[in-house]
C-alpha cells in the first residue's frame, strides 16, 4: 500500500527568512518572482547550492560557504553561465543574508538560471539570449530524512532508475535539469514505501541516492564510489572522507556493486540536507544488525561536533556570521551587478524592489 503521508510529508520548515538576495540587492521574500515564460521553467537552465548554517556557542556559522559557493560557480561555468560574480561576492552576500535573516540555524539556496528579457523574449532551447538571473534565499529547516533517521537510519531502496551518465547530464554540475532524475527516484521510493532510493551508475554500480553521496563500511573499511560513478562531488562526502583520515579509518574511493550494498556492515548517507544519516535496511534486506553502526556513529559523533563549533575542523570549514567582517560591499554589487557582455547578462538590479523598511 502507497503511504499516503510520503505525498505530503515534507521536512520541517518553522521559518523562512523574509529577506531574499537578488543580483546584489536585498528584497522582500514576496518581490522574488520571474516570468512563467522564463527559460528557466521550460529547459531546466539553472545551477544552485543547499548549504547549512549551524547554531554555534559564536552565533551561527556557515557550513564550507567557500568551497560551496566555488562548486556553485563550478556549476555555472559547464554551462556557459558567463557572470561576473566571483566567490567572495557569494559568500558575502550569504554571510549578510544569515545577519539579516535573524535566525540561528538556517539552509541557504543560492541559484543561478536563465531567466527572460521581456522586452525581448526569447523561447528556443538556445539559452544565451535569456538574462541570468542570481537569488540566495534561506530558511530554518528540520532532519531531511525525519528526526528519528539521524539516530535509527532510514529503510531504502535501489531504484529501478539510473543515475544519469556523464556525458548526458554532467552529475558533477549541481543543475536544477540533474534533478528530475533525482525526482524519479525519490518518488518511486516513497510510493513503494522507503525513505530513499539508491541509484546505480550506467554500468550498474552504485552511484548516490537522489540528494545524499552513500557510503559502506565493511570490516572496517570505509568506500565510497568515485565521482566517475556520476556522483556529486559533496561538500559532506569530502568532509566524512577527512573526518576519517583523522579517526586513522582506512577511507577508499572505489566501485561497489549492489550486492555489496546487502552485505556492508554498515551503510550511510552524506549530504548537507541529510547531514550524516545511517540505513538501516536496502530493499527490506537488513544492514549489519539494522542499527546504526559504530564507524557510522563516530563519524556521525565528530562530524556534528564540528558543525556545532565544539570541535576544531581538519580546515576553515566554519564561518562564523556574526564575527565575519563587514565587507566593503556585503555582497552588493548594485550597478556594478550589470554585467557587460550583450547576452548572458545579469539583469540591472531593479531599485523599485528595493523596499525602503527594508534593513
Ligand atoms: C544528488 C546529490 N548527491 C549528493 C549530495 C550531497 O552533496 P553535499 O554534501 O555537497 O550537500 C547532494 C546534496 O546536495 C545531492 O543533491
Known amino acids: 500500500m502507497f503511504p ?11 521559518r523562512i527568512c523574509d529577506v531574499v538576495w537578488h543580483d546584489g540587492e536585498f528584497i522582500k521574500w514576496d518581490d522574488a518572482r520571474v516570468h512563467v515564460m522564463s527559460h528557466v521553467l521550460h529547459y531546466g537552465s539553472s545551477v544552485f547550492e543547499g548549504i547549512r548554517c549551524y547554531t554555534t556557542k559564536r552565533g551561527p556559522a556557515i557550513f564550507r560557504l567557500r568551497e560551496h559557493m566555488q562548486r556553485f560557480l563550478n556549476s555555472a561555468k559547464v554551462y556557459r553561465m558567463d557572470h561576473e560574480w566571483k566567490v567572495d561576492d557569494f559568500c558575502d552576500a550569504a ?7 535573524g535566525l540561528e540555524q538556517c539552509y541557504i539556496r543560492p541559484i ?7 522586452e525581448h523574449p526569447a523561447f528556443g532551447v538556445n539559452p544565451f539570449p535569456n538574462p541570468l538571473a542570481c537569488y540566495i ?3 530554518d529547516w528540520g532532519k531531511y530524512l525525519g528526526d528519528e533517521a539521524i539516530e535509527k537510519g532510514v529503510d531504502v531502496c535501489v531504484s529501478s532508475w539510473n543515475r544519469l551518465t556523464p ?27 522507503y525513505a530513499e532510493g539508491i541509484a546505480l551508475d550506467d554500468r550498474g554500480y552504485v552511484s548516490e541516492g537522489s540528494g545524499e553521496n552513500i557510503f559502506t563500511v565493511s570490516n572496517s573499511i570505509v568506500n565510497t564510489p568515485p565521482l566517475s560513478s556520476s556522483v556529486l562531488p559533496g561538500i559532506t562526502r569530502d568532509s566524512v572522507i577527512q573526518i576519517c583520515q583523522q579517526l586513522g579509518l582506512t577511507i577508499k574511493e572505489r566501485a561497489i556493486q549492489r550486492a555489496a550494498l546487502y552485505v556492508a556492515d554498515e551503510l550511510f548517507f552524506s549530504g548537507t540536507a541529510a547531514e550524516i544519516t545511517p540505513i538501516r535496511s536496502v530493499d527490506r534486506i537488513e544492514i549489519g544488525n539494522g542499527k546504526r553502526g559504530e564507524i557510522t556513529a563516530t563519524i556521525q559523533k565528530m562530524f556534528f561536533e564540528i558543525t556545532s563549533g565544539e570541535r576544531q575542523p581538519p580546515g576553515p570549514w566554519l564561518t562564523y556570521v556574526k564575527e565575519e567582517k563587514q565587507s566593503n560591499n556585503n555582497g552588493f554589487k548594485g550597478e556594478n551587478a550589470k554585467v557587460t557582455a550583450s547576452s548572458n547578462t545579469i539583469a540591472e538590479p531593479k531599485a523599485k524592489l528595493l523596499a525602503a523598511s527594508i534593513k
Do not use: C, H
Not at 95 to 101: C, P
Open 4 to 14: 499516503s503521508s510520503g505525498k505530503t510529508k515534507d521536512v520541517a520548515t518553522p
Open 137 to 139: 534565499g534561506a530558511w
Open 95 to 101: 554571510i549578510e543574508l544569515v545577519r539579516r535573516s
Open 167 to 193: 556525458n548526458s547530464l554532467p552529475a558533477m554540475a549541481k543543475s536544477g535539469a540533474n534533478y528530475m532524475n533525482s525526482q524519479l527516484i525519490k518518488m518511486e521510493a516513497l510510493v513503494n514505501g
Open 112 to 118: 543561478l538560471f536563465r531567466s527572460l528579457d521581456e
